[in-house]
């Protein structure tokens, strides 16, 4: 809040009548606190993901990239790593803790971004915390019983953690659209692409998967039993099938398609490159510094 300072300087007239008036001169000036970036570290920063996400902090207004993690390229200077013009003078570190205490000493409000894997988050969190830092976590397939625990622990602690299944606006855009659809559809496949082969059926269908399932509503009922491959994997209970196409050249889409009598209703959403991930990143880092326990969903800030 900016600090309003008042000076009263009185200043005397004399006149004939050996009568003094005072008029008061009154001066105003603003004095504006000084603007403390929020400090991010990058614990994942080599690889492709973490390198888009030094820039766009770069780019970011409010914030500034403090420091680099990775077992990978360990000492170059992460700027010249990312292509910049001019070295950021932070180098590669694969020592979390060391990161850590070298930022917490400046009492600047910091955060820890996490795009390292499952088996690695909770003690990277529990890191994070015990040096005053949030955190926001993107790493894929983080079982429940992980996400539990630091929830609790979050909790006790007082200390911000946004963990995100998408950072795409895009795919949680497309997600609440197929939550609005199911309620008037009662056949429903999803259908995503990708150009490289991995785990399948991917995060985000999934996710879309988990979302109409917990609606209580049941799909596909002409159907419901078949067991033939070329149909899909079915995922929970409800008769949801998920169908993966993996071609060179592809990009990577999601489309989920509804149908009732007389029409079919599609919805798709493709992601090109890592770039799309970015604008979701600096939200969840703007948001977690006011969170004092664990928050599930970018969605929730949207």
Known sequence: MAALRIQIRHTAHKNYTLKKTYTPFISCSIQQPPQNNIKVVING?????????????????????????????????????????????????????????????????????????????????KQATAFGMNSVVYVPRIKPETIAALSGFCEKASMGC???????????????????????????????????????????SVQIANNLSNLGQLYNRDDLETNVPARGQRLGEDG???????????????????????????????ITNVECLMPGLILAIRKVVRLKNLVYGLEKFL
């Open 240 to 270: 949801i099938r998920v169908h993966s196409l993996v071609l060179p050249g592809l990009v990577s889409s999601t489309s989920v398609h509804f149908s009732g009598p007389g029409e079919v209703y599609s919805i798709k959403h493709d």
């Open 162 to 204: 946004l963990v995100a299944p998408t950072l795409s606006i895009g795919s949680i855009l497309l997600q609440q659209a197929a939550i609005s659809a199911s309620f008037h559809y009662n056949n429903v496949e999803i259908v995503e692409s990708k150009a490289n082969t991995g785990a399948f059926p991917s995060q985000d």
């Open 45 to 125: 920063a080599a690889k492709e993901i973490g390198m888009a996400a030094v820039l766009a902090v770069t780019k970011s207004r409010g914030m500034e990239v403090a420091g680099a993690v990775d077992s990978h390229l360990v000492g170059q200077d992460i700027g010249k790593v990312c292509g910049m013009e001019e070295a950021l003078e932070i180098p590669i570190i694969n020592d979390l803790t060391m990161v850590l205490g070298s930022i917490s000493q400046s009492k600047a409000t910091s955060v820890v971004v996490d795009f390292t894997d499952p088996s690695a988050v909770y003690d990277n969190v």
